[in-house]
């Protein structure tokens, strides 16, 4: 043992000496550069994989891309649907349709079957309705391929919308209704959504306990049947598989099902902008900090400016952004604070700012925003600004492509929403060109500092100064959670 220790005190002599001794001459003979000076490769073109389009006898759409490298296959169902289309009393309704079509099982096998046979293949089948789509995905092996599609047919199929599944996702739903405003920040994004849109727009309403009791398994039912039918979505698959043996496995679980003979095409809800400016506030006494949001109506990403905003995104927003630099390090102002326009598919998203701050720093980081939104249109961008939003966004967009099954979503969406298929080539390009006028010109046209709704959750009496130095009406606004006024059925 003292032979042990012996040796293990010279192996450590030895090494400190070397330390010392050592000559690191030739570490020094470099001089250190700033990150601003490195020289770096320019970034790689986004190539597409291989990959083939077609569209069934039934009107499905289907992507195929084959991808090798493991052996894994995944897919994406897009359904055309969404959370906009449901009625105004019955909100919820297609998230559960979304949710009750996986965990209710299907007309072959039952909920724990399902599961069962899912968990022993280390497979998944998941399925959701957001906002605008309705989507069905499945992971798995290729080695359990033509199983596990199987089930996943199945479940797109023949779903039976167990009514203990249902029950079971309302009152999970009902929890969540009921810790809603445990979360300031998620008090602060869903009053702020209602500020911009309204609060009955499709796209700012939320469930409640009412909503919940008017919804039964047939309306969920009725939901499906009027959305979900082969000429109403498009099906793509990447991964380890041969595309002729795959197409054959399609054509034996999709090609039987009856497509629509009236395919529905609901009309996209109206958008315009509810409240023109004005400052809220939801009094929150036991916070020691205040969360801002601040913006407006914004637009869509198929507008000709879509390339000049997003590199007007990276001047403002993110490590190295002007709210960055000016907001939280030199002036100290935010725990954290961000910037963006935040574009849509198909109907007008937001631009918004905004982030955490002390409760007696509210009203000065509200004008520290409200200044640097205003320096855009006044001043232009330098160039060094410029070069680095620009490198920003490019970069961000190259990490989009990573693997085929994000270069197949990304087609999917495109087709989806009705953008040409060559829409990433060209916003590429239209980043490259985008110059310091551009930047000006995007902020002075679409920015529009009257307009900014501002939303302040915090303490009301520890933000000092008031609320009132930013406006001379500060709205206050109500988040109390209406009681259950019927009790759910099934």
Not at 444 to 470: E, R
Request: one cysteine or more; aromatic letters at 12%.
């Amino acid at each position: 043992m003292r032979l042990k220790k012996s040796f293990v005190y010279t192996l450590v002599l030895t090494f400190c000496f070397l330390l010392l001794t050592f000559n690191y001459s030739w570490a020094a003979s470099g001089e250190a550069k700033h990150y601003t000076d490195l020289q770096l490769p320019p970034l790689p073109e986004v190539k597409l994989p291989k990959y083939e389009r077609y569209v069934m006898s039934n009107g499905m759409v289907v992507y195929l891309m084959e991808d090798h490298e493991l052996p894994l296959v995944s897919g994406t169902a897009a359904i055309r649907t969404g959370d906009r289309f449901e009625p105004a009393e019955k909100v919820g309704l297609a998230q559960f349709v979304g949710t009750v079509m996986r965990t209710g099982g299907t007309k072959e096998h039952t909920p724990d079957q399902l599961n069962e046979l899912l968990e022993a293949r280390a497979a998944e089948v998941e399925t959701g309705i957001g906002e605008s789509m309705g989507t069905a995905n499945f992971q798995s092996l290729s080695e359990d391929l033509e199983s596990v599609f199987g089930l996943y047919a199945e479940v797109l199929r023949t779903p039976v919308f167990a009514p203990e599944k249902l029950e079971l996702a309302k009152t999970q739903e009902s929890g969540s209704i009921s810790r809603r405003n445990d979360s300031p920040d998620e008090i602060a994004q869903r009053e702020f959504k209602k500020l911009v849109y309204g609060k009955t727009s499709p796209y700012a309403r939320i469930t409640e306990f009412t909503t919940l009791s008017n919804i039964t398994r047939d309306d969920l039912v009725k939901f499906y049947n009027s959305y979900f039918y082969p000429n109403n979505m498009i099906l793509g698959i990447a991964g380890d598989f041969d595309s002729q043996k795959m197409k054959s496995l399609i054509q034996a679980k999709f090609g039987d099902w009856k497509p629509s003979p009236t395919p529905i095409k609901p009309q996209l809800p109206e958008v315009s902008q509810a409240s023109s400016g004005g400052v809220y506030f939801v009094n929150q006494p036991q916070l020691t900090q205040s969360n801002v949001l601040i913006g407006h109506l914004g637009g869509q990403f198929n507008s000709p400016d879509y390339a000049a905003l997003d590199v007007l995104n990276g001047v403002l927003n993110g490590f190295g952004g002007r709210l960055f630099n000016e907001v939280r390090s030199r002036q100290g102002l935010a725990y954290s604070v961000y910037g963006y326009w935040n574009p849509k598919f198909d109907f007008p998203g937001m631009f918004i700012a905004g982030g955490q701050t002390r409760s007696d720093a509210t009203v000065q980081f509200v004008k520290a925003i409200q200044t640097e939104i205003k320096r855009l249109q006044s001043e232009p961008v330098p160039a060094n600004e410029l070069a680095f939003a620009k490198d920003s966004t490019l970069n961000s967009f190259v990490f989009n492509f990573q693997d085929p099954a994000q270069t197949l979503s990304r087609l999917i969406r495109y087709e989806y929403y009705g953008y040409p298929a060559d829409f990433l080539f060209t916003y590429r390009k239209q980043v490259e060109a985008t110059t310091i006028a551009d930047v000006q010109k995007v902020a002075q046209k679409y920015l529009k500092p009257d307009n900014l709704v501002t939303l302040v959750v915090g303490n009301q009496t520890a933000i000092n100064p008031p609320l009132s130095q930013l406006a001379t009406k500060v709205t206050p606004i109500d988040v109390t959670i209406p009681s259950p006024t019927a009790t759910s059925q099934s």
